[in-house]
């Protein structure tokens, strides 16, 4: 199965600033997802990032808030913008493997801090 | 509404024991079910999947059974031991949308103990 790079892994961020993560796949990838994880919830997903074209934001979630970038099919980025800190939680991408692109694999997380 | 439970409160139990860890859904279709094991400070690996019109799947000393009249998944884990500690995901994939498109339950934490 693919092998997922994320970055940074954790940081702590003050509120109002802007945070970019960004997901390397070691293969080429057509589906690639990017999910939230609070605190105690379950793994939300917040957008599909589409290669040469926007992301596919899932209801609750906006592009403004949420930037996502896809130049190529092994590279993705996320961005949260004007943090607050409720913004605080792991972000984590993953992608789609196996028969019938069913199973997901994660990379390993990037846990944000918003004081 | 829509929803998955899983049971919150974390499971402990001994070594050499089988581990039962329950998933119900409600107001679902699901086209195939998956369970995640998930360690602290990594993202969800994936385990099994068993689709609708399967009743039961094994691999190795895992078996998962999926009852879409109960609307109720089991994921079992036989001669557990220590290393199997970690918290288990269960993730349901309706009939409609993205193939890959998986909603997920907040988990439950095995804790298997010598």
């Known amino acids: 199965s693919a092998v997922i790079s994320q970055k940074p892994s954790r940081d702590i961020c003050q509120r109002g600033t802007s945070l970019t993560i960004q997901c390397q796949v070691d293969?080429?990838?057509?589906?690639m997802f990017w999910y939230r994880q609070q605190p105690g919830q379950s793994l939300t997903l917040i957008a599909t990032?589409?290669?040469?074209?926007?992301?596919?934001?899932e209801s609750g979630f906006v592009i403004d808030k949420f930037p996502i970038s896809r130049p190529n099919l092994t590279f993705s980025t996320l961005t949260v913008s004007n943090m607050s800190p409720e913004d605080s939680s792991i972000y984590l991408c993953?992608?789609?493997?196996?028969?019938?692109?069913?199973?997901?694999?994660f990379g390993a997380g990037s846990r944000l801090t918003v004081l | 509404s829509q929803k998955i439970e899983q049971n919150s409160e974390a499971l402990n139990i001994q070594e050499g024991k089988t581990a039962t860890l329950t998933c119900n859904y409600t107001n679902y279709s699901p086209a195939y079910l998956q369970w995640y094991r998930q360690d602290p400070g990594r993202g969800p690996v994936f385990l099994l999947l068993?689709?609708?019109?399967?009743k039961e799947k094994r691999k190795e000393r895992l078996k998962v059974t999926f009852d879409t009249t109960l609307k109720q998944s089991l994921f079992h884990i036989t001669a557990s031991q220590p290393a199997d500690s970690a918290t288990y995901l269960c993730a349901l994939k309706l009939n409609t949308g993205t193939a890959s498109k998986l909603t997920f339950g907040t988990g439950t934490r095995l804790q298997v103990t010598l």
């Open positions: 068993i689709r609708e019109n399967e």
């Open positions: 993953s992608v789609a493997s196996g028969s019938g692109a069913n199973v997901l694999t």
């Open positions: 293969s080429q990838v057509t589906m």
């Open positions: 990032a589409n290669q040469g074209s926007e992301a596919t934001y």
